[in-house]
């Protein structure tokens, strides 16, 4: 079959890279995709905001199925554009996407249901908004509702940021009108931690939990970026919490769906906290996390192919349990200095061709160009190095080993990816 990757990030080299592994796939497309890919994949010009180009290009190309990385084509109905024209594609559609596209959305169903998640207020208001804030307890989380590329939320310590978060999203609207509305939310303390469960809309299928890393500096410091490691599974999920994540957050919100009349295929991803009371939500997102997939799509047994099959058919029930290799991976994200803010691009990448050999080594592409037989960079996160190795502690000491080999003018990364681990 012919498979296209909708998307040009280190997600979406991952899973050229496990869908090349499917005996099922003869050929692989990816649009608009990046030079990294290209050993995997065929690039296809078309952007991922060009939906109506991107079904008629699958239609003409005669696709079996289309697998979206990102978040904005899922939000903007590009499944209902395919699936109108009788294109098979993995994904949520536009109604199930609301989940990740509007927070509102995802906390009023996590509300009606009794599903764990911080307590909550929406303001379409900012006077409303401001005059809340006035006798609310800190700290506090302040959400713009739509879409803000990982940008749009708040955690205010006092009064001032949060008076200054809802002029800046509401007033300013430096994030359009994603921020028309807004959730203001308890703080909650604790570990974060990601689950990404496949389901049919009716049965969940949960894969190997992982952990982010989103701010750009060690300790956790610094601005959030889309994410600067990750690693898999994590020793914070005990079976206890394991059944607690399934039987009281993932299964519950599939259902709750359903009976608002919405049916979920895809990913969906729960991004958690551990507190002292029980894991909570908060956030859903609708597709593969970046860098989560670098690390749980390598330690996947299975061909992800089928799996998605059995999502679009309804079938994922006929699937009991997914294989896991017993090796833990650890990725750790190379960006460019100043990333998320300003930052240069165009410096040349060296050491890259010389770590070919290790096998327990992936090198996943976010932002490089080839020139002639030499890479360069082009966009704030570079790589994304994935180890497997016997154990957190071994895989991390390799990938830093690793790493030394690489460089670039300017590159940034975070030398504590796993600490959490570490510390525990
Ligand atoms: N209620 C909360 N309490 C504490 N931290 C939070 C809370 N909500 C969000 N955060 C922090 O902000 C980050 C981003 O929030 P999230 O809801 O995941 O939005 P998005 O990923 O769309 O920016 C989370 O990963 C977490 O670190
Ligand atoms: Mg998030």
Redesign the pocket.
């Known amino acids: 079959m012919k498979v296209l990757i909708i998307g040009s990030g280190g997600r979406e080299h991952t899973l050229a890279w496990k869908i090349f592994q499917s005996e099922r796939v003869e050929k692989i497309y990816v649009a608009p995709g990046n030079d990294g890919m290209s050993d995997l994949a065929e690039r296809v010009p078309i952007q991922i905001d060009q939906i109506e180009e991107l079904a008629n290009w699958a239609l003409a190309n005669k696709i079996d199925l289309t697998v979206v990385g990102p978040e904005d084509p899922l939000v903007n109905g590009i499944v209902d554009h395919f699936e109108a024209k009788g294109l098979r594609i993995f994904g949520p559609n536009k109604e199930a996407a609301l989940l990740e596209g509007s927070?509102v959305f995802a906390k009023s169903i996590l509300k009606k249901y009794d599903i764990p998640t911080?307590e909550f207020e929406v303001f379409t208001d900012p006077d409303a908004a401001l005059n809340y804030l006035e006798e609310a307890n800190y700290p506090l989380?302040i959400?713009a509702e739509g879409l803000?590329g990982?940008?749009?939320?708040v955690?205010a310590s006092k009064k001032e940021e949060a008076n200054a978060a809802v002029e800046r999203i509401m007033e300013d609207k430096v994030f359009g009108d994603a921020g028309d509305r807004i959730v203001i939310?308890?703080?909650?303390?604790g570990q974060?931690i990601s689950v990404l469960a496949l389901t049919d809309g009716e049965h969940i299928l949960p894969l190997a939990p992982a952990q982010d890393h989103?701010a750009i500096f060690d300790g956790d410091e610094g601005p959030?970026t889309g994410g600067m490691g990750a690693y898999s599974p994590t020793s914070f999920m005990t079976d206890d919490l394991w059944d607690e994540v399934c039987e009281d957050i993932l299964e519950p919100t599939v259902k709750a769906l359903k009976e608002e009349g919405v049916s979920y295929k895809g990913v969906l991803y729960a991004?958690l906290?551990l507190t002292d009371t029980g894991m909570e939500v908060?956030?859903f997102?609708a597709r593969f996390g970046d860098p989560e997939t670098q690390v749980i799509l390598p330690r996947l047994e299975d061909d992800l192919v089928e799996l998605m099959e059995l999502v679009i058919d309804g079938r994922l029930s006929e699937k009991k349990s997914l294989s896991w290799d017993e090796r833990a991976a650890v990725c750790v994200v190379l960006a460019s200095g100043g990333y998320p803010l300003t930052y240069e691009t165009g410096f040349e990448i060296k050491g890259l061709d010389d770590l070919k050999q290790h096998d327990n080594l992936l090198i996943f592409h976010s932002g490089t160009k080839l020139v002639g037989d030499k890479w360069f960079t082009d966009g704030g996160r570079v790589l994304g190095i994935t180890v497997l190795g016997d154990g957190i502690l071994d895989a991390i000491n390799q990938v830093y080993d690793f790493l030394e080999e690489i460089e670039f003018e300017d590159i940034h990364y975070r030398t504590d990816i796993g600490f959490k681990i570490i510390e525990d």
């Open positions: 927070k911080a989380v959400k803000a990982g940008k749009g939320v955690i939310e308890d703080f909650l303390e974060e989103k959030n991004g906290i908060l956030e997102n």
